[in-house]
């Protein structure tokens, strides 16, 4: 049994559908806080995942080249976490602010106006080609793979997998702390919930707004940084393509719910990577080539069938 | 009954809605330990009146004083700071959060003595105690009234102003906010209070103000008013 099925279908696509979920659910909780607090769909936030991944290249190449230091990524991007934010909460200053009270669709269509601008300054400053982010194949972790084997089932999680997995489990676990137990993240969620409400009852909203590109930056700096080390190479479209199913995985769990986009983000992931099991006969169920198109099939269903989610979101 | 020192109070005041004028010249003041009640039919301003105070909507001329100073045009946030507590008609709860955080928010302006204010409020609504994990949204309406006025009442009120509480309540959950308002007067909070239940907002109240058309109309104490014909035909559904 686990010869003939689950050691393909867990190595290969559980395993990589698990990994492509956690960097989908870290980027769609910025989406649906954006969202929910800011009320517009953030198109440029792909490309914040894209920016915080090139940062975290500099950092480590030039930790390299001048101090002669091989950072891991995950070392290099914390640095690169703190730019991106300041960068974020700039942009908010002198770009969102003035559209705060303005129509949802002027916002939309002024952050997918910053969604070109940033791609275009990477382009700009890193030039259009592709960069290698980590160098040469990731072995299986090797723990993993003896203490399996010795119940006879093998599992290979690289070790780049490993280090995915584990990252989000500890920004998941440190997420809700904030949200449940602290008050700017019980103030985010009352704001989230109703903004004019907030407001008479003397909550800071704009300190709250910060509070939501910290989060929404910090977590799609992550997310970029792990698509990175997943698919070891730099291109100025990786955040852009990350888009959509982000969308479908805040769309599924319900617009406006962290956790909700969380769980949509494993859902979109898995199903994804699943969808290209050989189910009946040998060949894949779908092409690889029509993964993206499961993530839009997913969001489309659900925007027909339960608009709010799973979670009951918000429906606009 | 000599005048009560004004706490709240409006002066020739005139305000709408973008364009629209629906306050005209309306005078109302609210006095220490007083509870005064604005009733009048539908669309008659009774509402705008209140928004106009925390200032939600355009003030074309008047003004508004709190402790004799003027506060015309503060945004609700620094209205807020100000002491003026406020309870929204709809939409008055964090649905999402649970009452105490629903209590914690309340007392986002303050810096200390947190814990003691919301003891304070589970003294004055001994029902939420139980319920304090309890999302808010959850709750009856009743309840969902008494987590506003306790969220409200977090800061240190000057005046609380509520807009019309019981509306959409069962009689028994009417009667019960009814008795909370007396009780949270008794604290010494000033209370300015919309109502739609005439009659019963009346009984409770020291002082009444009658808007039509988003003028003042009749004025007198709350027994005064249930008393007066005229009030009772158009308002209260009297027959005699």
Same mark, same amino acid.
Request: charged share 15%.
């Given at each position: 049994?686990?010869?003939?099925?689950?050691?393909?279908?867990?190595?290969?696509?559980?395993? %990589?559908?698990?990994?492509?979920?956690?960097?989908?659910?870290?980027?769609?909780? &910025?989406?649906?806080?954006? *969202?929910?607090? @800011?009320?517009?769909?953030?198109?440029?936030?792909?490309?914040?995942?894209?920016?915080?991944?090139?940062?975290?290249?500099?950092?480590?190449?030039?930790?390299?080249?001048?101090?002669?230091?091989?950072?891991?990524? /995950?070392?290099?991007?914390?640095?690169?976490?703190?730019?991106?934010?300041?960068? /974020?909460? @700039?942009?908010?200053?002198?770009?969102?602010?003035?559209?705060?009270?303005?129509?949802?669709?002027?916002?939309?269509?002024?952050?997918?106006?910053?969604?070109?601008?940033?791609?275009?300054?990477?382009?700009?400053?890193?030039? +259009?080609?592709?960069?290698?982010?980590?160098?040469?194949?990731?072995?299986?972790?090797?723990?993993?793979?003896?203490?399996?084997?010795? !119940?006879?089932?093998?599992?290979?999680?690289?070790?780049?997998?490993?280090?995915?997995?584990?990252?989000?489990?500890?920004?998941?676990?440190?997420?809700?702390? @904030?949200?449940?137990?602290?008050?700017?993240?019980?103030?985010?969620?009352?704001?989230?919930?109703?903004?004019?409400?907030?407001?008479?009852? &003397?909550?800071?909203?704009?300190?709250?707004?910060?509070?939501?590109?910290?989060?929404?930056?910090?977590?799609?700096?992550?997310?970029?940084?792990?698509?990175?080390?997943?698919?070891?190479?730099?291109?100025?479209?990786?955040?852009?393509?990350?888009?959509? +199913?982000? *969308?479908?995985?805040?769309?599924?769990?319900?617009?406006?719910? %962290?956790?909700?986009?969380?769980?949509?983000?494993?859902?979109?992931?898995?199903?994804?990577?699943?969808?290209?099991?050989?189910?009946?006969?040998?060949? +894949?169920?779908?092409?690889?080539?029509?993964?993206?198109?499961?993530?839009?099939?997913?969001?489309?269903?659900? /925007?027909?069938?339960? +608009?709010?989610? !799973?979670?009951?979101?918000?429906?606009? | 009954?000599?005048?009560?020192?004004?706490?709240?109070?409006?002066?020739?005041? $005139?305000?709408?809605?973008?364009?629209?004028?629906?306050?005209?010249?309306?005078?109302?003041?609210?006095?220490?330990?007083?509870?005064?009640?604005?009733?009048?039919?539908?669309?008659?301003?009774?509402?705008?009146?209140?928004?106009?105070?925390?200032?939600?909507?355009?003030?074309?001329?008047?003004?508004?004083?709190?402790?004799?100073?003027?506060?015309?045009?503060?945004?609700?946030?620094?209205?807020?700071?100000?002491?003026?507590?406020?309870?929204?008609?709809?939409?008055?709860?964090?649905?999402?959060?649970?009452?105490?955080?629903?209590?914690?928010?309340?007392?986002?302006?303050?810096?200390?003595?947190?814990?003691? =204010?919301?003891?304070?409020?589970?003294?004055?609504?001994?029902?939420? =105690?139980?319920?304090?994990?309890?999302?808010?949204?959850?709750?009856?309406?009743?309840? =969902?009234?008494?987590?506003?006025?306790?969220?409200?009442?977090?800061?240190?009120?000057?005046?609380?102003?509520?807009?019309?509480?019981?509306?959409?309540?069962?009689?028994?959950?009417?009667?019960?906010?009814?008795?909370?308002?007396?009780?949270?007067?008794?604290?010494?909070?000033?209370?300015?209070?919309?109502?739609?239940?005439?009659?019963?907002?009346?009984?409770?109240?020291?002082?009444? $103000?009658?808007?039509?058309?988003?003028?003042?109309?009749?004025?007198?104490?709350?027994?005064?008013?249930?008393?007066?014909?005229?009030?009772?035909?158009?308002?209260?559904?009297?027959?005699?």
């Amino acid at each position: 049994m686990w010869a003939s099925f689950g050691f393909e279908f867990v190595n290969f696509y559980l395993i %990589p559908g698990l990994v492509l979920g956690c960097i989908y659910a870290l980027g769609a909780i &910025g989406i649906t806080l954006t *969202f929910g607090i @800011l009320r517009f769909a953030n198109f440029a936030h792909g490309e914040v995942m894209m920016t915080g991944a090139y940062l975290t290249w500099t950092i480590s190449t030039l930790a390299g080249l001048w101090l002669g230091w091989s950072l891991h990524p /995950l070392i290099a991007a914390v640095p690169a976490i703190f730019a991106a934010i300041g960068i /974020l909460i @700039l942009i908010d200053r002198y770009f969102y602010k003035p559209f705060r009270n303005a129509p949802t669709i002027m916002v939309v269509m002024a952050s997918f106006g910053m969604m070109l601008v940033v791609r275009s300054t990477v382009q700009f400053i890193w030039g +259009p080609n592709q960069l290698t982010f980590v160098k040469g194949i990731d072995k299986p972790n090797e723990a993993v793979r003896q203490f399996t084997a010795d !119940l006879d089932l093998m599992i290979l999680v690289p070790n780049k997998h490993f280090w995915i997995m584990a990252g989000t489990v500890i920004i998941m676990l440190c997420f809700t702390y @904030l949200l449940e137990r602290t008050r700017i993240g019980k103030a985010m969620r009352a704001v989230s919930d109703s903004p004019d409400l907030a407001r008479v009852t &003397g909550i800071d909203v704009e300190a709250v707004v910060r509070a939501t590109w910290v989060v929404g930056g910090f977590c799609a700096v992550a997310a970029g940084v792990f698509l990175a080390m997943d698919i070891q190479f730099l291109e100025t479209t990786m955040g852009f393509r990350m888009l959509l +199913p982000m *969308f479908a995985a805040a769309i599924l769990g319900g617009i406006g719910r %962290p956790f909700g986009a969380v769980f949509g983000g494993l859902i979109i992931g898995l199903a994804e990577e699943l969808s290209a099991y050989p189910w009946i006969g040998d060949a +894949p169920l779908i092409s690889p080539g029509y993964k993206t198109g499961v993530a839009f099939t997913i969001m489309i269903i659900m /925007l027909i069938v339960r +608009p709010s989610g !799973l979670f009951k979101g918000r429906t606009f | 009954m000599s005048d009560p020192q004004p706490i709240l109070e409006l002066r020739n005041l $005139y305000a709408g809605y973008g364009e629209t004028e629906i306050l005209h010249d309306i005078n109302m003041f609210v006095g220490s330990h007083e509870v005064v009640a604005i009733i009048g039919p539908n669309g008659a301003g009774k509402s705008t009146a209140i928004k106009a105070i925390l200032g939600l909507l355009n003030i074309r001329g008047g003004e508004i004083l709190l402790d004799s100073t003027p506060i015309t045009n503060t945004p609700p946030e620094v209205a807020v700071t100000k002491g003026i507590s406020y309870v929204p008609q709809t939409h008055n709860v964090f649905v999402n959060l649970t009452v105490q955080e629903n209590l914690e928010m309340g007392a986002w302006t303050m810096r200390a003595g947190i814990e003691e =204010r919301i003891e304070k409020m589970y003294a004055l609504f001994p029902d939420l =105690r139980d319920k304090r994990r309890q999302a808010a949204g959850s709750l009856s309406g009743g309840q =969902r009234q008494m987590v506003a006025m306790a969220k409200a009442l977090m800061v240190d009120s000057k005046v609380l102003l509520l807009d019309e509480p019981t509306a959409g309540l069962s009689p028994k959950y009417r009667g019960e906010i009814f008795e909370t308002i007396q009780k949270i007067n008794a604290t010494g909070v000033p209370i300015f209070i919309v109502e739609q239940n005439a009659k019963q907002a009346l009984g409770i109240a020291d002082r009444g $103000y009658v808007l039509v058309d988003g003028s003042n109309r009749f004025t007198g104490t709350g027994a005064e008013l249930l008393a007066d014909r005229e009030v009772a035909r158009m308002f209260l559904g009297g027959r005699d």
